[in-house]
């Protein structure tokens, strides 16, 4: 299967062989990372109601689309510094490797609301409920948590390295692992899992385009896994060290989405689970069967923690893809190029908090932006799964015109891979002009109208404006010039 | 920047934040109450098991819906149809994904009426409000019962 090798006999990864800048972060570092950026406990008790089928509905996904982007990802990062920007440029073209980047980027702006709002729903389940139905409270919290958190991240990469490891650890491993120890004790005890978990029970219920829209969307539960990337510089061996760190994650992922949803399945029956809406209170329905019911605003801390983990890893990794390919390349204003003492693109991050501050008050407090904001989840997720056809597209490309590029990792049967990650993408995208729940009964066209305008405006319109307009003195960099501890 | 100022300085956000998540935890559990079974939490309870048990549900833990639904309600009644409420709900209406990856699905019937049903049991001078956005919603039976 998977190897990792350097032959002595082929040169070493450019990246292992320069001495540049020192390293930042170890390999277990950016696994956790990697994790953050990915996974929590916020989505188990969504999937606890599926019961034993949940295990399907993650390991499905994980063989079609995690093994993929991870095997893919890894021995591009083994081979190239810089994270995908990087790989589609050397792959297909500079414009691609901007527009990957952007993609990534994009996206994340309609993500910081919806988090925050969820992050401030939290604290209000711990403070005082009634708080979390206040449009100003919640404006209130959002702009504070995500301006701390760009305030942050523009300390530079290891103080947010440290902190998103730890919101991991936290607020994800160790409640995770509460869960599951409570659930095997459940077990010991004698009692009989709520969830049947025998092998009728294995696939989910199988209603057509539903079950297909619920199996195929999971895919996504993935996404994100290739984004830690940009920081591969900081490691002391990249071409070694990211496969192992990219290991790693993917296998905490998949401990993390899986084992605590089947643990919350055996305890508390799907039905008994929906009976209260929200995150926080399916938690409580777990606890309060071990009579610790005071454990709950405890995990909602430690959620609230994951949360603000996972958002800091976002806030650096795309935002420094985007500022090295368009310092180099000159694709955007120097203005967004500027960096501060620490090396960090703050430029870049503030005019995103901006943007992402406005669209966060109008959620927060026009109730009309805030009942159509799910539409903006998969519009993003859409511009999204352009990264990917992109990257396993320069990772088929790479391996025919620099077969001898030295890389830490060679994923074996590559075309294979790529091609499997290829067609999940593309059954992803198609999916994703499905009408889920919230669209009701309206009409199907308008809403692949609304979604293909969507990730036409998002995902092409304005990264082809920036590249249309960009001016040769734009370019602040020799290709290849690294800003906060970059090789290239 | 010295490495001396720089990690001084990692250790302010260190603490700032333990700080402030400790103080959140404290605050979380001085305000915690565990609901105290009486006589009229259990009318509830067994009323919503006997509601939802016409509903074609399985009949669920009485005391464990006393715990969590008291005799108000609690969480679960507390402006059901408010804009914010309701649009974070929407979004949780989603696949299996915790990060940026979350996209909405077509959710399961039962599990989505089954708050409907707690509604008319604890507050039901608030269902219509809950009623609006449920009848806005498309459902199927996804979950294997």
Redesign the interface.
Known sequence: MSSIDTPAEVPRPRAATQTAAPSTMTWVTLALMTTA???????AP??A???L??VF??LVPAIVFLLPTALVSAELASGWNGGVYRWVAEGLSKPLGFLAVWCQFA??IF?YP?LL??VA?T?A??????L????VY?AIVIMVLYWTGVW?SS??T??LA??SS?GLI?GTLVPGTILVVLGMVFLGQGNPSAAPMNAS?L???W?G???L??IV??F?????MEMNAVHVSSLKDPAKEYPKSMFLAMGLVLLI?ILP?LAISWV??????????????AF??FF??FDI??M???A??ML??ASLA?MLT?LAGPSKGLLEISRQEGYLPPFLQKLN??GIQQNILVTQGVVTSVIALM??LI?NV??V??IF??I??QV?LIVYLLMFAAAMRLRKTKPDHPRGYRVPALGLVCTVGLLSSLAALGI?F????????SSVWSYVLFIGCGLLVLGFLIPWLFLKFRKPNWRTAAAGAPSEGGRA | MSPTRFASEHKWIYWGAIVLLVGLAVTGLIRYEAVKANNETRKKAEQLQTELVKAGYPSPDVDTVEQLLGTDGGVVCEQPGNALKAALWKIQQSNGAAGPGMRPVISDTKALEVERIVLQVYCPDKVDDFQEELNDLKTDDTVRR
Not at chain 1, 125 to 130: K, L, N, Q, T
Not at chain 1, 132 to 135: E, F
Not at chain 1, 220 to 224: A, F, N, R, V
Not at chain 1, 434 to 441: I, K, M, N, R
């Open positions: 950026s990915v996974a929590s406990l916020r989505a969504t999937m109601i599926y019961g089928a949940c509905l993650y996206m994340t993500y919806s709002a969820f729903s604290i389940y711990v403070i005082d409920p009634s979390a139905s206040n449009g919640t942050v300390r530079g290891k103080a440290g902190l730890w936290i029970h696939l989910p219920e209603t385009l539903a079950s829209v619920l969307n999971n996504l539960s993935y996404s994100g989405f949803a508390v029956p799907a039905d008994q689970l929906s009976l209260t809406a929200g995150v926080m209170q409580d329905a309060s069967y019911g005071w709950t605003p405890i909602a801390v609230i923690s996972g976002w003492k620490f959620y927060a109730p805030s009942s904001y799910w989840s998969t993003t997720t999204y994703g499905v009408p889920p729940s919230q669209f009701g009964g």
